[in-house]
């Protein structure tokens, strides 16, 4: 984990990558590695639906509000960059249910509900 985080600051994407991936053969439940690997694929617009993939997955066996919310946030502006305004807000609303907060997603939560 500590190496893969460690590429994935210096911008070594591929490695990061393999390195996420690799612990998730071990680790098929580490919200960190998904989170990781989300972030890194949602750089390419080709591999966006991956990315949102592996965002719902932090999202659904984080135990950490902060990475649960964090994830629902970037599936959030990953749907605003397709113009899917009614599933950034839908994903918005989640992060807000589920206790995470922040003044940036608030803003973004209004603009989608001024939107729709």
Known sequence: MRRGHAFYLL???????KDFESLLEHEGENSKAHFYIGKILSRN???????ILHFEQV??????ELYA??????IAKLRLKDKDFYEAFFNLK???????????????????EGVL
């Open 59 to 64: 999202a659904k066996i984080s135990e950490n």
């Open 94 to 112: 989640r992060a807000v249910d589920n206790n995470f907060n922040s003044k940036r997603m608030q803003l973004y939560k209004d603009f989608t």
């Open 45 to 51: 617009p080709k591999k966006q639906q991956d990315a």
């Open 11 to 17: 911008r070594k994407t591929d490695k990061s990558l």
């Open 69 to 74: 919310g964090n994830a629902l946030f970037e």
